[in-house]
């Protein structure tokens, strides 16, 4: 995914989308198996709640950052920064991930009595 950094400098259109397709596949492929990571941390009961969680701080994400992107191509006249800066977000993404993880296991939640 990092081939972004690399498509800010590429010598040619043709070569720059090239790059930034690869990283179009590298992010899909990255984000399917993040994606089903919350059922590798939770019991089935609370999945589709962390996973709800998830989807919605993508949305608000992708809302920010697009407007980011408008901002600094308006301000620097050039998508290079906002290239270098997609290209080290997933390296950055997957550090977190597992700094922040631990092993992988299931936890179990305590059912409340009716």
């Known amino acids: ?31 399917n198996n993040v994606q089903t990571m919350p059922s590798d941390y939770f019991p089935e009961e609370a999945v ?15 809302i920010l950052l697009t407007q980011a992107t408008g901002f600094v191509v308006d301000r620097f006249h050039s998508y290079t ?9 997933p390296v950055l ?9 631990g092993p992988i296991r299931r936890i179990s939640i305590e059912k409340r009595g009716d």
């Not at 962390?50 to 994400?61: I, N, Q």
Request: glycine share 22%; no cysteine.
């Open 1 to 31: 995914m990092s081939a972004g950094v690399f498509a800010a400098h590429a010598g040619s259109d043709t070569v720059a989308l090239a790059m930034i397709a690869t990283v179009l596949f590298g992010f899909q492929t990255w984000i």
């Open 48 to 62: 589709g709640a962390v996973t709800g969680l998830g989807g919605t701080g993508a949305g608000l994400g992708a």
């Open 81 to 89: 920064p906002v290239l270098i800066v997609a290209g080290l977000l």
């Open 93 to 101: 993404g997957t550090a977190v991930l597992f700094g922040l993880g």
